[in-house]
């Protein structure tokens, strides 16, 4: 998902974020919504409770 940055595929990275289990797709879809400008606050707040963080 990294490399296209299309907007159309902001509910896809929210669905990634809600559903799917993988950290590391999380983190993906994440930096994606920001990248595209549609991070929200709340996802934002959540995604720093991720069990495996890979900074």
Same mark, same amino acid.
Request: a negative charge; hydrophobic letters at 40%; one cysteine or more.
């Given at each position: 998902?990294? +490399?296209?940055? %299309?907007?159309?595929?902001?509910?896809?990275? *929210?669905?990634?974020? %809600?559903?799917?289990? $993988? $950290?590391? $797709? /999380? +983190?993906? #879809?994440? *930096? =994606?919504? #920001?990248?595209?400008?549609?991070?929200?606050? +709340?996802? #934002?707040? +959540?995604?720093?409770?991720? #069990?495996? /963080? =890979?900074?």
């Amino acid at each position: 998902m990294k +490399e296209s940055k %299309h907007p159309s595929l902001v509910p896809l990275a *929210e669905w990634v974020i %809600h559903f799917n289990p $993988c $950290c590391m $797709c /999380r +983190e993906g #879809a994440i *930096e =994606f919504l #920001a990248g595209v400008g549609s991070l929200t606050p +709340e996802l #934002a707040t +959540e995604s720093q409770y991720d #069990a495996v /963080r =890979f900074d």
